[in-house]
């Protein structure tokens, strides 16, 4: 596809239950970027990965959360015994290496309950 | 500690008139800008950016200003058109020290409404 794409678009989950999301970046692009967007908040960074590695782990909230990529492309980003204030959207971006502005997927809504 | 700010939730703007956006930080190692559009259900898509070294970027209708001392910038859009109607978002970036540029501090967003 042309754009960053994530799935599912919506999942609910019950309180302690693992979730996956799943991140499909623009093809080329090597940065990845996770983003969460909780209500009435603007974007909050999580983790940054320059193909397959981490360098920036600096955002992700607890230790629940962990994310890898695969392939220098599809990016998972997992959180474990999920909280109600995990609820948000999750966004995926991805760039080239030195583009400060990235693309931005349409999010997965987080919804835990 | 927030260091991004947009102190309007909502803007409402009549079609054709300016609407004008704005935003504060307080990082004074953010040395590149970028405004974002929002529309629901879909991730945010680049409007426009500025380096640190400029006070002033334009491309079209979107004019971008930058006020170092200030540690303010303003998005104008002239003229505004219903279609703009969105939310918009400032963000910053320090440039990851080089690794990450696309590492972005956002603010909260401001709603604008253009109205036939």
């Known amino acids: 596809g042309a754009g960053v794409s994530q799935s599912p678009s919506n999942k609910v989950t019950e309180k302690g239950k693992d979730v996956e999301l799943r991140c499909d970046p623009i093809s080329g692009h090597t940065a990845l970027y996770w983003y969460r967007q909780s209500l009435g908040q603007g974007l909050e960074f999580l983790i940054y990965?320059?193909?397959?590695?981490?360098?920036?782990k600096s955002g992700l909230p607890s230790d629940r959360f962990s994310a890898e990529r695969t392939g220098g492309s599809v990016s998972t980003l997992t959180i474990q015994r999920t909280q109600q204030e995990d609820s948000a959207v999750y966004l995926c971006a991805s760039s080239l290496y030195v583009d400060p502005a990235p693309f931005f997927g349409p999010g997965t809504r987080l919804t835990v309950l | 500690d927030q260091q991004v700010k947009q102190n309007s939730p909502s803007l409402s703007v009549q079609e054709g008139r300016i609407s004008i956006l704005n935003c504060d930080y307080t990082?004074?190692?953010?040395?590149?800008f970028l405004w974002y559009k929002k529309y629901p259900a879909e991730g945010p898509t680049f409007l426009i950016s500025i380096s640190s070294i400029k006070d002033k970027n334009e491309d079209g209708r979107f004019t971008v200003f930058l006020n170092k001392s200030a540690k303010h910038l303003s998005l104008h859009i002239v003229p505004s058109q219903p279609g703009d109607s969105a939310v918009y978002f400032c963000a910053a970036s320090d440039g990851g020290g080089g690794t990450s540029y696309g590492k972005l501090t956002f603010g909260q967003g401001t709603i604008l409404t253009v109205h036939p």
């Open positions: 990082n004074s190692m953010f040395d590149y």
């Open positions: 990965f320059q193909g397959n590695s981490a360098p920036d």
